[in-house]
């Protein structure tokens, strides 16, 4: 969704590519879970810390961990090239109406990409690397920030949502008031979530 400004007709492909890309991956999911049952069985992959492990060397040996870890290599850096490709993206769309929308807004001519705003969300990251040299903490803090932007966006909707015409709805089924119960239940579910994090980290920070 990130990039929807540098997609062809992306009201059109956008949606198709979403629904693809669920359906493929369910598929694939399916079969990988089918393929390791079948494989070793259902016990030993239940008495197992590293289940695909364990069937890679039941079927290639020992060298299935190596295998296993390359490909898992290749997708974490699949995963950071994806986030710093859509981040700079939202860096970039941010900008627009702040003081930084020169520097973070700038494309380069030679490449048409947002360069600075790649720079930038580059330089973050490493910074909250070193300062965040734990995994897990680095993962409940993602988790903060993450559901922390999904609740303002949720009260954002509300918000709107309140200031419009109650009498506009048509089906006032679904609705609470002029705001869509979706959205209500989705800002509940996201506050309990962010509760409990926070609730994750102050039980650490008093230990």
Not at 17 to 27: E, K, N, P
Request: aromatic share 10%.
């Amino acid at each position: 969704m990130r990039l929807k400004e540098e997609t062809i007709d992306s009201e059109t492909n956008i949606p198709k590519a979403i629904i693809y890309s669920i359906i493929i991956s369910t598929i694939l999911y399916m079969l990988v879970s089918y393929g390791a049952v079948h494989a070793i069985g259902w016990d030993k992959l239940a008495n197992s810390n590293t289940p695909l492990v364990t069937v890679a060397n039941t079927l290639i040996g020992n060298s299935g961990y190596t295998v296993l870890w390359i490909i898992s290599l290749f997708a974490i850096f699949n995963t950071l090239l994806l986030v710093m490709l859509t981040n700079s993206r939202l860096l970039y769309s941010l900008s627009f109406g702040t003081p930084l929308e020169k520097y973070l807004s700038y494309i380069d001519p030679s490449s048409n990409l947002p360069t600075n705003s790649i720079i930038t969300h580059t330089l973050l990251s490493l910074l909250f690397l070193f300062l965040c040299p734990n995994l897990e903490n680095t993962a409940v803090g993602a988790n903060i920030a993450i559901f922390s932007l999904f609740l303002l966006v949720n009260l954002s909707l509300c918000k709107k949502f309140s200031d419009s015409d109650s009498d506009s709805v048509h089906n006032k089924i679904f609705y609470l008031g002029s705001i869509p119960l979706n959205i209500i239940i989705s800002t509940f579910i996201t506050l309990i979530i962010l509760a409990i994090s926070l609730y994750q980290v102050f039980t650490k920070m008093i230990k």
